[in-house]
Every structure is written in C-alpha cells, then in structure tokens.
C-alpha cells in the first residue's frame, strides 16, 4: 500500500525559507503512474494546489505561488521536497504531500499533513 | 486560475439526499473528465472520493455518486449518514493552471 510521510520544521521564521520532505513507501518514485504533489490548507480554509512533479520533466506550480517555490524529486531516497522562499503568515497552513494521478489528475493517496507556522 | 465555486454549506436529515455542485470554466470542468471529489472529516486529511468525474474507488459506499453537465460537476451524498458531516471539495484538471481545487462544502446532518 502506498504511503505518504510529510517531515520539516514546524515553525519558520517570516521572510525565511519553508522546506518540507515527503517519503514515499510502497511505490518506486520513478513510477509513471504518478505525479508527486504538494497542497496546503490554511486553517479554517480550503484546499490549494502548490505543485507537482514527474520523476522526470518539468514540474507543474500554482501561478500565484511560482515565483516564490521549487518542488524537486530525490530518487535516491524515493522522497520529493518542497521549498518555499520568502514565507509571510499567509504562508502558515498544514502542508499535505499527495499523489496525483498523471493520466487522469486526481490525488488518490495523501499524507497525514503537517502543520507549519510562520511566526517570528 | 480561480477555484471552482461550491456553495458554502448544504444539509440533510438523515436518510435524505444532498447534492453540491462544483462551477467552473470552459477551460476546466467543461472540457475535461478529470473532475474528482474529496471527503475531509474536521482533523483529517482529505479523502478521494470521485474521480473521473463519476468513478468510486474500491471501498467507498455506492451512496456516492458523481456526475458532470456542461461547465458544473455535481456529487450527490444518497441516504445521508451522520458519518457523512465533513467538508468536500471538487478539483479538476485545467487548460491554465494546471490543477485547481474548489472552494470548499460543508457537510452537515441535522
């Protein structure tokens, strides 16, 4: 069964760097079944798509947050990572990594989520 | 790319239906079967639901069921249990972004 673990400081200071792993269990990360994708959630709000990547070709990122993220894919350690420069408290949300079906664009797994805080 | 449009809240008594739409563009919804829902219990990670358009994963009671007419996709919560109340979302694949989630529904069973 295919897991997903988020890892990553739970509190980031404002205008510093938020960086977070995902583990990936029970799939080769290579897979081509896949995208590999992060999402967040604010509290109390809804979902939004951040970016996902391929084990090979350019990944795919939110207009609105492109400038400021990069998610890459480490198939060594079968983990992919997000990092997000110059955070504000509009970036506090618990951060989700997840799946997301390359043919067909659905998140079919996702991790436990973890919550990070942007607060000096 | 703005997020799909979900009404805020819907509710039921138990026993009846409930149906949330999921508005979006010719761009997205319109032109794509790549429409999926998704179950979030307060606390908890978001759970798939739907996805292409009407297709239940193994495990997911037949009370769920989806469909699509035009640019609005519709999930439909048959025989509401009390295990239902939870947020849900639509996403969809889009010609733009390229991957957009809805606004959000609340769920709840009176």
């Known amino acids: 069964q295919l897991q997903l673990q988020e890892s990553g400081p739970g509190l980031v200071k404002p205008s510093e760097t938020l960086s977070l792993t995902c583990t990936v269990s029970?799939?080769?990360?290579?897979?081509?079944?896949?995208?590999w994708a992060w999402i967040r959630q604010p509290p109390g709000k809804g979902l939004e798509w951040i970016g996902s990547?391929?084990?090979?070709?350019?990944?795919y990122y939110n207009p609105s947050l492109k400038s400021r993220v990069t998610v890459s894919v480490d198939t060594s350690k079968n983990q992919f990572a997000l990092k997000l420069i110059s955070v504000t408290a509009a970036d506090t949300a618990t951060y989700y990594c997840?799946?997301?079906?390359?043919?067909?664009?659905?998140?079919?797994?996702w991790g436990q989520g973890t919550l990070v805080t942007v607060s000096s | 790319q703005s997020a799909l449009t979900q009404p805020p809240s819907v509710s039921g008594s138990p026993g009846q239906s409930v149906t949330i739409s999921c508005t979006g563009t010719?761009?997205?919804?319109?032109?794509?079967?790549?429409v999926s829902w998704y179950q979030q219990p307060p606390g908890t990670a978001p759970k798939l639901i739907i996805y292409?358009?009407?297709n239940r994963p193994s495990g997911v009671p037949d009370r769920f069921s989806g469909s699509k007419s035009g640019n609005t996709a519709s999930l439909t919560i048959s025989g509401l249990q009390a295990e239902d109340e939870a947020d849900y979302y639509c996403s969809s694949y889009t010609l733009t972004t390229p991957y957009v989630f809805g606004t959000g529904t609340k769920v709840t069973v009176l």
């Open positions: 292409e358009v009407s």
């Open positions: 010719s761009s997205d919804v319109g032109s794509y079967n790549r």
């Open positions: 029970g799939e080769s990360i290579i897979s081509r079944t896949y995208y």
């Open positions: 997840a799946t997301l079906h390359s043919r067909s664009w659905y998140n079919d797994f």
């Open positions: 990547v391929y084990y090979s070709g350019s990944p």
